[in-house]
């Protein structure tokens, strides 16, 4: 069994900074790739950035320059670095480990970009 933990989500004012965190612990042989999720209220979850066991890295388009995705595979954790914060980036922040060739997910935290 493999648990997925997020940490870090708050409120923050526009133009502010965020650190997610997220740990995957349990029996795992192999972290195929572990990624950042995200839902809106009254939108569908989307794929914000990903990270390989290699270490290359894909971001949807609206966070390129202002997010990065790095990983201490050692220690089976990503973060998710949040910079120049927008409104619209409000949303659950969902954790995705692909661990042994199996999706898990963490429970999720809530980020709120607001003055």
């Known amino acids: 069994q493999v648990q997925v933990a997020e940490s870090g989500g708050g409120l923050v004012q526009p133009g502010g900074s965020l650190r997610l965190s997220c740990v995957a612990s349990?029996?795992?042989?192999?972290?195929?790739?572990m990624a950042w999720y995200r839902q809106a209220p009254g939108k569908e979850r989307e794929l914000v950035a990903r990270?390989?066991?290699?270490?290359?890295?894909n971001y949807v388009d609206d966070v390129k320059g202002r997010f990065t995705i790095p990983m201490n595979i050692a220690d089976n954790t990503v973060y998710l670095q949040m910079n120049s914060l927008k409104p619209e980036d409000t949303a659950v922040y969902y954790c995705?480990?692909?661990?042994?060739?199996?999706?898990?997910w963490g429970q999720g935290t809530q980020v709120s970009v607001s003055s």
């Open positions: 995705n480990a692909v661990v042994d060739g199996i999706d898990y």
């Open positions: 990270i390989s066991r290699s270490g290359s890295t």
């Open positions: 349990g029996s795992i042989f192999s972290i195929n790739y």
